[in-house]
């Protein structure tokens, strides 16, 4: 045992110090190299918006989606019915945007609600678009951000792009800045190839692409958008490509509770539990494994019962001190600064809710969105609806 677990130890710290060394630099700002400008000419690009509820930042959200510098592209929201808050609001942009248009979805009855929008907005959008974006409506995007997505695609390097997004705390919540934690380490995954995946938030894909794979029928089928499409990218061995991390989306966020962090982050877990389930199992023994060794550490240094028996303190004193000054070099890449009596408590609380959220999803068989209930099985396939009456 006592062989066992320095070594477990030193295995966490180099991935962690891994993740943050090749994920840091490719989330650096880079001088463009010669020849990576703009090209001659954008191509078509359609971008998909599917939106439900209207939090008081909506419009704003909607406005950067609509004001980008893109050349030539046109953007189509989706609702699933007009009593949807956010349809007045949608409708009132609408004039004042003509490259926009509002439809009306309906009800999802053998998808998720999201896909079934998507799919509703493929529809109408019929043949335009050589380039498909799918965006978010609770982002706000810079200007620049359309063409960052298409200018993978256009230079030929890759069929598929994602970008993510940062969260920017606007308090000093511990759940707020452990979400904004959680998220951030998310992106750092991204710049990887091997674990990069699209993300529903951002996502842009050539068209012809998208049909040959036939993404619709999978999505018409399926729970989830962004983890259905990387699993049928994993199965056809197509790369993804990543966004300049400069053109990042923004999510401001205030408030936020442990409740509904843990629900966010269950979700997340559950997509990839029915979608990828391979990647859901192994990520969840290596959170497991780092919050074991977390609480093995502290349990020893304070020489708990019966955690004082089990041998020298002194391996984890230095696992856990390695361990603070890692989440202290992760600090320097979330684009706000907050102090470490802040920081520090909200990177140990990310690991123990990733723990507890994973392992909360053993034993569940459905997926619970926006009053909606979807029992899932093998690859993410819907098997049944319930809504609330």
């Not at 041998?311 to 000054?325: D, I, K, M, Q, Y």
């Amino acid at each position: 045992m006592e062989a066992i677990i320095p070594a477990a130890m030193a295995v966490v710290l180099l991935l962690f110090a891994g993740l943050l060394l090749m994920g840091g630099q490719g989330l650096a700002w880079k001088e463009p190299g010669p020849g990576e400008g703009e090209p001659a000419a954008w191509p078509q690009a359609a971008l998909l918006v599917p939106v439900a509820g209207a939090a008081a930042d909506l419009a704003d959200n909607l406005r950067s989606l609509l004001s980008q510098d893109y050349p030539d592209y046109q953007v189509i929201f989706i609702t699933r019915e007009m009593a949807d808050p956010a349809t007045p609001v949608i409708s009132s942009l609408i004039p004042e945007y003509p490259r926009s248009r509002l439809i009306i979805s309906g009800p999802a009855v053998s998808c998720g609600q999201k896909n079934h929008n998507l799919l509703a907005g493929l529809k109408a959008l019929g043949e335009a678009g050589e380039i498909l974006v799918f965006g978010d409506s609770t982002r706000l995007a810079p200007k620049n951000w359309m063409k960052s997505m298409v200018l993978p695609l256009v230079k030929g390097e890759v069929p598929v792009v994602s970008g993510y997004h940062h969260v920017l705390p606007q308090d000093r919540g511990l759940a707020t800045w452990g979400r904004a934690i959680t998220v951030l380490i998310l992106y750092l995954t991204k710049p990887i190839p091997r674990l990069n995946q699209p993300w529903g938030g951002a996502t842009a894909i050539k068209r012809q692409v998208f049909e040959d794979l036939q993404v619709a029928r999978r999505w018409s089928q399926n729970v989830v958008d962004d983890v259905s499409l990387a699993a049928l990218l994993q199965e056809k061995g197509l790369p993804v490509g990543l966004a300049d991390p400069e053109a990042s989306l923004h999510s401001p966020w205030r408030g936020e509770t442990p409740d509904n962090w843990c629900d966010w982050l269950f979700r997340q877990w559950l997509y990839l539990k029915f979608c990828l389930p391979g990647a859901w199992l192994a990520l969840g023994i290596l959170f497991y494994l780092l919050a074991a060794l977390v609480v093995l550490s502290a349990l020893r240094l304070l020489a708990v019962p019966p955690c004082f028996i089990l041998g020298n303190p002194w391996p984890g004193a230095v696992f856990l001190a390695a361990l603070t000054g890692l989440a202290i070099l992760l600090r320097n890449l979330h684009p706000q600064r907050v102090g470490l009596h802040i920081w520090l408590p909200a990177f140990y609380g990310a690991i123990a809710m990733a723990a507890w959220c994973h392992l909360c999803t053993w034993p569940t068989r459905e997926i619970r969105w926006r009053g909606i209930s979807y029992r899932v099985g093998w690859r993410g396939r819907v098997l049944g609806i319930k809504r609330k009456t």
